[in-house]
């Protein structure tokens, strides 16, 4: 009886354990395929990656070569050309920064907004001093400007809409970037006004 027992519980081990082996196998083959249809699924998106990356140029090709306008070894040479281009790295691509304008940008010359008002020889505008200047020259339209010679030395030319100017003088009121622009008569000086404007200075 004893070995009858023992040859029954050897066989429901052995089933038992069949049966765990046909349920790994069965697992290790859905994984195996699954592993394969992967794959495969990676090797279609690759291949319709490089499709992608054919020129037109090269579609004009493989479409002649369907109306039989060139020959096979032309075709297969420029697809496979284009297949094997190397990809463009995205971290390769040169990021081209917008320069912005500085002072430095006009090479002789560098801008600043400005005051801008104007004077003239009269006893209100220029005190008695009439058309002498501080650089000892006369006063001429068009030509002298009073500036402040800590900002902008004497003779330093200086651009308001395009026309030049040179610091021949100074006045008590002007300070810092303000530009009294000499006029010959005081109706020039009122028409003129005040006004802020970016004006163009000589780097000496």
């Known amino acids: 009886m004893d070995n009858k027992k023992t040859i029954e519980f050897w066989k429901v081990l052995l089933i038992v354990m069949l049966g765990f082996i046909m349920v790994n196998i069965t ?3 859905e994984r195996l395929e699954e592993l394969i249809r992967l794959q495969e699924l990676n090797a279609q998106q690759s291949i319709t990656i490089k499709y992608d990356r054919m020129s037109h140029q090269t579609m ?3 479409d002649a070569y369907t109306t039989s306008k060139i020959n096979e070894p032309q075709i297969k040479e420029a697809v496979v050309k ?9 971290e390769s691509k040169k990021v081209v920064k ?6 430095k940008d006009h090479g002789k010359w560098y801008k600043v907004r400005a005051l801008l008002t104007a004077y003239c020889p009269c006893q209100s505008c220029s005190e008695g001093h009439g058309r002498n200047t501080a650089t000892g020259k006369l006063a001429t339209e068009g030509r002298t400007i009073a500036v402040d010679p800590s900002k902008i030395p004497y003779g330093t030319k200086v651009k308001i809409d395009g026309h030049t100017y040179v610091a021949e003088d100074c006045g008590g009121m002007v300070n810092g970037y303000h ?16 006004k802020y404007k970016t004006i163009y200075i000589e780097r000496r």
């Open 27 to 29: 697992l290790i083959a």
């Open 60 to 62: 004009q090709m493989l």
């Open 82 to 90: 284009e297949i094997n281009k190397p990809e463009k790295s995205k």
């Open 98 to 103: 917008k320069k912005t304008t500085s002072n």
């Open 179 to 194: 530009i009294d622009v000499y006029f010959s008569s005081h109706d020039k000086v009122n028409s003129f006004g005040k």
